[in-house]
């Protein structure tokens, strides 16, 4: 790869999962600020896009992307192929979910959903 493929935001694409709040939207802001990135984006909610789209890049590209669902991992993959033929640069599987407990004092519901979710992660790293 050129050194000029290294700065062209153009060229390098990067998406982050989680970006609503917290370590994913840290990473969105610092990769903005930076430059030299395609941002994808993905929220859960409306006003975590809004957030993004309120900021009128060409560079970042806010995306409604729940990772628990396939067809949007599925929808989330045709669009990256389709507007950007160089493939991704990177991927910041930041989505996902901790109850932030010990495991022996989680209900069984509760470890179901996190495993469901985080699991979700492989398939989005893997699509």
Avoid: H, W
């Avoid at 590209?61 to 599925?74: A, E, F, M």
């Avoid at 979910?97 to 469901?116: A, K, P």
């Amino acid at each position: 790869m050129s050194q000029n493929n290294l700065t062209d935001p153009e060229r390098l694409v990067v998406v982050v999962t989680g970006t609503t709040t917290g370590f994913g939207a840290e990473i969105v802001n610092e990769l903005s600020k930076r430059g030299g990135f395609t941002v994808y984006a993905t929220c859960t909610t409306n006003e975590g896009l809004k957030v993004y789209q309120d900021r009128e890049s060409v560079y970042l590209r806010p995306v409604q992307v729940d990772i628990t669902k396939q067809d949007d991992v599925n929808r989330l993959r045709a669009r990256i192929e389709a507007e950007c033929p160089q493939g991704l640069y990177c991927l910041v599987n930041n989505a996902g979910i901790s109850t932030g407990s010990y495991i022996d004092l989680t209900t069984e519901d509760d470890f179901q959903v996190r495993n469901n979710e985080n699991e979700q992660m492989y398939l989005c790293a893997s699509a």
